[in-house]
């Protein structure tokens, strides 16, 4: 089977945790939107429209697998970490790590929320000054939060430091490498200053970089650049740039 | 087996979700923070930080299950659907299920920054400007989005507009109907123009709360009252009034 991915073609966004998943799964997959290389937005908004689904969903990314059509990060993560060996095969494990895929979930709002905070129907250019004061909150107090969180569950795995959940990778692991690749393309001053308080988060995201499938993808045309157009984007103002 | 649920003894917040399934199923559990009628905050913040836990939860809600704390909302509901007949249990609809739990999520977080455009570490009282901004914003494009969402959901139900998924209670059901509830609360102006046009959408808010088990919940002093504490916030500012 080859799964359709729909998700929109210029920027990673949050189909790029899925993207993440495919690619380490070594799963054949089409990134329908960037057919050909090229950038078909209309294949994607169709999909939120098709007529006779049941399973209507409400925004991309969107996976059609078994005929479905199944929709939100986590749920599709959580879909495919059964399917490729990507989450324990435990119920308890499994919801260890939808749990912290969670997590994820909420982390990524937060950070898409700085340059965003007035909600995603204005544009960036239109709510600069609430977005400085949000990031600056942010840089301050939920950036350290969050990557102390991460740190502190690796600290606390029976199974050792190397992966969030048991001893082996799971869909964690790879979304917590993208956030941590997105933050230091959007905050490069906050992510100098901090990271060396988070080393076992540190090292995750450079394990989770040199695998060879994901060192492949990131190394080809099918990872997109980071952009301002995507969940991290970098306003040298919004990272504490004088 | 009871279950043991920590969250802030004062409000609703988004433990509700998890006790509105709680009710619903008839089981056993206790409110950890609210033994005897009182309030203690302490029982709630210690299990975040409880010694020896390898699943460290990040916030509350956290339900101790099978000797296990499992926290994320979501996640929470996922493990009582499937233990309580509150979710299909074939795994598509198991996960349609999720994936629209999912999407009550992402609405409660923007419900919330109605109120927190700047993020959770600052009070309503430091941003309320910007906090006028996000709900006008809310009110006018978001929320009639996710109002026609649910809609279309119901509507497209091969198994008919009871329910949002198949023919049968879902956890989905009732964490929209508390979602329906809320925004009256939060946002009555708003939600008087605009229910008309979600006729299943009220519908569904009504027969959730006429089943017998949330009945008698919503009559009983287990249900704490709304309050400008919690996720749904009645300022009338943000509620568009002149």
Not at 29 to 54: H, I, K, Q, S, T
Not at 72 to 88: C, D, S
Not at 152 to 159: F, G, S, T, Y
Request: net charge negative; aromatic share 10%.
């Amino acid at each position: 089977m080859t799964y359709q991915l729909y998700y929109w073609p210029t920027i990673q966004g949050r189909g790029e945790f899925v993207r993440l998943a495919l690619e380490e799964a070594g799963a054949a997959y089409e990134d329908v939107g960037r057919r050909g290389d090229g950038a078909d937005f209309g294949a994607v908004a169709e999909v939120l429209e098709r007529a006779g689904v049941a399973e209507v969903p409400f925004a991309p990314p969107v996976l059609e697998a078994d005929g479905r059509l199944i929709s939100q990060t986590a749920n599709i993560l959580l879909y495919l970490g059964r399917r490729h060996g990507l989450a324990p095969s435990d119920e308890a494990g499994e919801l260890w790590a939808n749990q912290l895929q969670l997590c994820v979930t909420d982390w990524v709002v937060e950070i898409h929320d700085t340059h965003h905070p007035l909600g995603p129907s204005l544009y960036y250019e239109e709510q600069t000054a609430e977005a400085a004061r949000r990031a600056a909150v942010f840089r301050q107090d939920r950036l350290p939060k969050w990557l102390g969180y991460f740190e502190q569950v690796l600290a606390a795995n029976p199974a050792g430091d190397a992966y969030l959940v048991g001893d082996a990778l799971s869909h964690v692991d790879l979304s917590v490498f993208q956030v941590v690749a997105g933050l230091r393309y959007a905050f490069p001053r906050a992510m100098v200053a901090l990271e060396p308080d988070y080393p076992r988060v540190v090292a995750l995201h450079d394990r989770v970089a040199a695998r060879p499938a994901i060192a492949a993808y990131l190394d080809s045309s099918r990872r997109i650049p980071f952009t301002e157009e995507g969940i991290f984007r970098h306003y040298p103002a919004l990272d504490g740039e004088p």
